[in-house]
């Protein structure tokens, strides 16, 4: 079993906090840690939080993080965290809100705070260059090897064909890399996952994926608080909507996807 936490990132932002002795906290004392914005994140979701080659945290997530922290004159502090205890990690105060790719539905809103959608996103079907399979969409998987994230909008959208009668067999994963891996391996027929995941596997000239099935973008992302925590809410919507009027949120959705995935979130 995975441990709930795993590392943890520190990262600098200009115009830092001052810390012991002449200490000064933004965003008026809100967070769990003086001066510190505590982000709970799965970091294993390219390309929207991961590690570089030098084991550093990079990715949209990320990005955006830094980018509210320092807007709220806060230094940004990263808490890995395995996808299965994310949500209990946000609720017992372990860090001050989740921003890992977290799908807003009506029972998350009912037991957490949510900021406003800052991404949109889809569900797609990806299968092997050269495969032999022909499914073209997921209610073609009757009888395959389907691997996705447990505990994921992917999860549960298999999970209700399941119900609705489809037969396959279930590949669940920690994290969604160890699913690509699966599949170049050919011990899975195909994978279900976020159109914003699939796109970036699929864009290298040499890559053995391919995207043969993409849903409606019906998706929307946004961070996470503990339920009540309006106050911090308020402030992290604040810093969202001027990185949208800025123009920032659509260079830094340009920049990781080539695309513009984020306007659809305000729609």
Known sequence: MKK???????????????????SKQGSGGLTIKPGVLMVGMEIGY???????????P??????????????LGLTLELVDTAWDGIFA???????????????????RLAVHN??????????????LKGSSITAKSPQDLSGLGVAYQAETTADFYMADLAARGLKFSPYEYDKVINCFDVLKLGRVDAIVTDSLVAVDYIAPADTPFELVWQGPADEKFGICLKKGNDALTAEINKALNELFAEGTMHELSR??????????ARQ
């Open 255 to 264: 920049k990781i996807f080539k695309l513009d995935m984020v306007s659809a």
């Open 58 to 71: 990079v990715g949209f997530d990320v990005e955006m993080a830094g980018l509210i922290a320092k807007k």
């Open 89 to 107: 990690g946000v609720e017992t105060a372990k860090y001050d809100c989740i921003m890992s790719s977290v799908t807003i539905t009506d029972a």
């Open 4 to 22: 709930a936490i795993l590392t943890v990132w520190v990262i600098l932002l200009a115009g830092g906090v001052l810390f012991a002795g002449g």
């Open 46 to 56: 390219p390309p929207m939080e991961y590690l570089d080659s030098d084991g550093k």
């Open 114 to 127: 949510f900021s406003e959608p800052y991404i949109g996103n889809a569900m797609s079907l990806v299968l």
